[in-house]
Nanobody
Framework: QVQLVESGGGLVQAGGSLGLSCTAS????????MAWFRQAPGKEREFVGR????????VYADPVQGRCHMSRDNAKNTVYLQMNSLKPEDTAVYYC???????????????WGQGTQVTVSS
């Protein structure tokens, strides 16, 4: 069983930067693809980005393309999300997820963190 804990959320001004961390315990995440999702008030959860187990491959959603960068340190069992040029529409609870698996026509992530709040003021 893997437990994921996000940290680093907070209040920032538009145009500023924020770095989030996701630290895993219970099992190594070195072989897991990891992802970040976010959910804003009144909206459905949306994909932000994912990073392969080795850290060699990253994919980002269009709204954050060019403004976010994912990285990981498998020795620390930690994944990072660096967000730059933040906009008010980036305000959301950000969730870390691990280990996607194909199931019933879609990918499902087996493990989720509790989320960390990111608020961008205008």
């Amino acid at each position: 069983q893997v437990q994921l804990v996000e940290s680093g959320g907070g209040l920032v001004q538009a145009g500023g930067s924020l770095g989030l961390s996701c630290t895993a315990s219970g099992h190594t995440i070195s072989t897991y693809t990891m992802a970040w999702f976010r959910q804003a008030p009144g909206k459905e959860r949306e994909f932000v980005g994912r990073i392969s187990g080795s850290g060699n491959s990253m994919v980002y959603a269009d709204p954050v393309q060019g403004r976010c960068h994912m990285s990981r340190d498998n020795a620390k069992n930690t994944v990072y999300l660096q967000m730059n040029s933040l906009k008010p529409e980036d305000t959301a609870v950000y969730y870390c997820a691990a280990d996607p698996r194909w199931r019933d026509g879609t990918y499902e992530y087996n493990y989720w963190g509790q989320g960390t709040q990111v608020t961008v003021s205008s």
